[in-house]
């Protein structure tokens, strides 16, 4: 039996990569022929992720029939298609998501759609600080793996461990899911930062106060403090709040520069989850009774519903309040 990763992006390429690194057969499922072609043919994705060279022992394809033979599926598809694609899967194998984001219409985080969606699937989900071309190239490199079931969690970790690549197992699943989620929304604030010229200081109060509305949001939803303060928390918000390799802080930066987020957005072939789970985690958090002010500025400038000065005026000017 071999292991499957399903979405060829960035990341399910590199997953693939690392499975494979150890020279076993992994199937990848891509949505686009030509991605399929690319891999079979000459061993490379040039368009998610060019540059590297992939093993051999990874074979593509576009027949999620062909993840029939798979005893465990990485899921990797960008959040708001992994419903449509979790329903394709063959039934009752493992399901690893790696998807970072809230769905649109339900709120449901990534394990909950995947539970409806195979009801008899064994889920757990894998989130932290992991950009894709760094784990393809094999640099060092450590991330949360979180399951309910902990002798799954166990035997997981230990079917994806390599020698620079270490799982931390957790049994918080939802911990592990608003932390990824809700750091793709506050990296755009950071690039929007880096992009209007607001400073260092700036980017770490937003980093700080940006964790206070994870963790607010995050206890309120039944997460642990401590899995927001791990990894897929506060691990992935320092990375995706510090590099314009993430393309959430690249998003903001151009926004910070005063480009229009439609202008943005259009037109990309690259996923940018941060812009889609912004207004989804703003109601929900609405709902909830949390207050995430960050979250909310970032929603403002999505929607282009306030100019960005007024938007940072605004934040600044709220009342004191205690830390
Ligand atoms: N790139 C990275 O460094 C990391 C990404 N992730 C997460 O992995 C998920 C996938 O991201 P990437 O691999 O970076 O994607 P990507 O931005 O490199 O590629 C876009 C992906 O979306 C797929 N797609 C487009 N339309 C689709 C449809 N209708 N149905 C199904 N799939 C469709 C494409 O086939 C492609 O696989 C996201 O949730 C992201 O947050 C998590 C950790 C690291
Ligand atoms: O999730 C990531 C790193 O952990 C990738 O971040 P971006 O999706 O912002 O590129």
């Not at 894709?132 to 994806?160: F, N, Y």
Request: proline share 6%.
């Amino acid at each position: 039996m071999k292991a499957g990763v399903i979405g060829a992006g960035a990341w399910g390429t590199a997953l693939a990569q690392l499975l494979a690194s150890d020279g076993q057969d992994v199937a990848l499922w891509a949505l686009e022929p030509d991605v399929v072609g690319a891999i079979n043919g000459v061993h490379e994705n040039p368009l998610y992720l060019p540059s590297i060279p992939l093993s051999p022992s990874i074979r593509a394809t576009g027949d999620m029939a062909d993840m029939a033979a798979c005893d465990l599926l990485l899921v990797v598809s960008p959040a708001q298609h992994l419903r449509s694609v979790v329903r394709q899967a063959p039934a009752g194998v493992p399901l690893l998501l790696c998807s970072k984001g809230i769905e649109a219409g339900t709120s449901l985080l990534m394990s909950q759609v995947a539970q409806q969606a195979q009801p008899t699937a064994p889920i757990a989900v894998l989130s932290g600080p992991t950009f894709a071309h760094e784990v393809a190239r094999g640099l060092p490199t450590a991330i949360t793996l979180a399951c309910e079931d902990v002798s799954l969690g166990q035997r997981l970790a230990a079917r994806i461990a390599r020698p620079s690549f270490r799982p931390y197992l957790s049994d918080d699943v939802i911990g592990a899911e608003i932390g990824g989620a809700v750091k793709n929304v506050l990296a755009i604030a950071c690039g929007v930062a880096e992009g209007a010229g607001l400073g260092l200081n700036a980017r770490a109060a937003l980093i700080s106060r940006g964790f206070a509305e994870m963790t607010r949001f995050g206890l309120a939803r039944g997460a642990r403090a401590e899995t927001l303060g791990g990894l897929s928390g506060l691990g992935d918000l320092v990375l995706t709040c510090s590099s314009t390799n993430s393309r959430n802080f690249s998003l903001g930066k151009g926004l910070g520069e005063g480009a229009r987020a439609a202008d943005l957005l259009s037109n990309r072939r690259t996923v940018a989850e941060g812009a889609h789970t912004a207004p989804v985690l703003r109601d929900a958090a609405r709902a909830a009774g949390v207050e995430m002010p960050v979250v909310e500025a970032v929603c403002a400038l999505l929607a282009d519903a306030a100019p960005l000065g007024t938007v940072i005026d605004a934040l600044l000017a709220r009342p004191l309040r205690p830390e």
